[in-house]
């Protein structure tokens, strides 16, 4: 049913996106802010967790981050706030709300999560402890100014894989999310991985130690953004039964989005 409920809020943000590109512009002075959460999946069947808002701070001088009135709270409106992170992996986003905001900068970020947050491995519900921090909402370094008259898409990126962590003997799952936000503009890598029979497909592209990662969606497409401008390397890495591989210097230039060449992956030999 859950699952259910989660491919109905995608159609809707998919409809709602289709009409806001017919909205009017944001009021002069004004900025029109679209928040959309992805996911960078892990090695699960499911990942539910219960959003409920997200708090934003512009950047002033004089407030304080600790100061209640320096935050605007946007609550996430539907009224099942269960969303499936592994839904939202290739292209697919969830559109959390959309808010008007002065010129300026914006700051810093907060996911609100509930408490009702769970992963499903080999058909297993397994209840997600969380950190007691969080219910003040997941901070993310934002720090990026936005011009009157314009519409921007925030994005936040939800590392699944980062984020769940088995904690020793204890055997308990604890959610500790690892989170970042970009402007929908930043640069990025997107490619088509063929065949479909090669997936569950994961991607990575990796430089200086760093690797941000991925899987492709039911049509083999995926893409990474938010990326900083360099040579990067990625690593394809389908089912067991095909043989991974691996893309050197793959060049990502300063607001662009570097499309790969279709990549077609081989059966291994018996």
């Known amino acids: 049913m859950k699952k ?10 998919a409809l709602f996106c289709f009409a806001c590109d017919y909205n009017d512009s944001p009021d002069k002075g004004m900025a029109r802010v679209n928040f959309y959460l992805v996911d960078a999946p892990g090695d699960f069947d499911e990942v539910w967790v219960e959003v409920l808002s997200v708090r934003v701070r512009m950047k002033s001088d004089n407030s304080d981050e600790n100061d209640d009135s320096s935050w605007r709270e946007m609550n996430y409106e539907p009224g ?4 499936n992170l592994l839904d939202l992996t290739g292209n ?12 300026g900068e914006i700051d810093q970020i907060r996911l609100v999560l509930g408490e009702n947050n769970y992963v499903v491995s080999d058909g297993n519900e397994f209840g997600l402890k969380t950190p007691s921090a969080q219910q003040n909402g997941l901070k993310i370094k934002v720090n990026q100014p936005i011009e009157g008259g314009q519409s921007y898409n925030l994005v936040i990126d939800f590392d699944v894989a980062k984020s769940i962590v088995v904690a020793g003997n204890s055997g308990n799952i604890i959610l500790k999310p690892v989170l970042r936000a970009y402007l929908e503009e930043a640069a990025g890598i ?3 991985v063929l065949p479909l029979d ?10 200086n130690g760093e690797s941000f990662n991925t899987f492709t969606d039911e ?8 990326l900083e401008p360099g040579t990067y390397t990625i690593l394809i890495t389908p089912n067991e039964r095909y043989t991974p591989v691996s893309l050197e210097a793959v060049v990502v230039e300063q607001g662009e989005i570097t499309v790969l060449d279709p990549v077609t992956v081989t059966l291994k030999e018996e």
Not at 4 to 13: E, G, K, P
Not at 80 to 83: A, L
Not at 198 to 207: E, P
């Open 190 to 192: 997107s490619g088509l």
């Open 198 to 207: 090669a997936q569950t497909i994961a991607v990575s592209a990796s430089r």
């Open 219 to 226: 049509a083999g497409n995926f893409k990474i953004q938010g």
């Open 4 to 13: 259910h409920i989660s491919n109905f809020l995608l159609a809707i943000t």
């Open 92 to 103: 697919n986003s969830l559109l959390l709300g959309t808010e008007d905001f002065e010129e």
């Open 80 to 83: 099942d706030k269960m969303v």
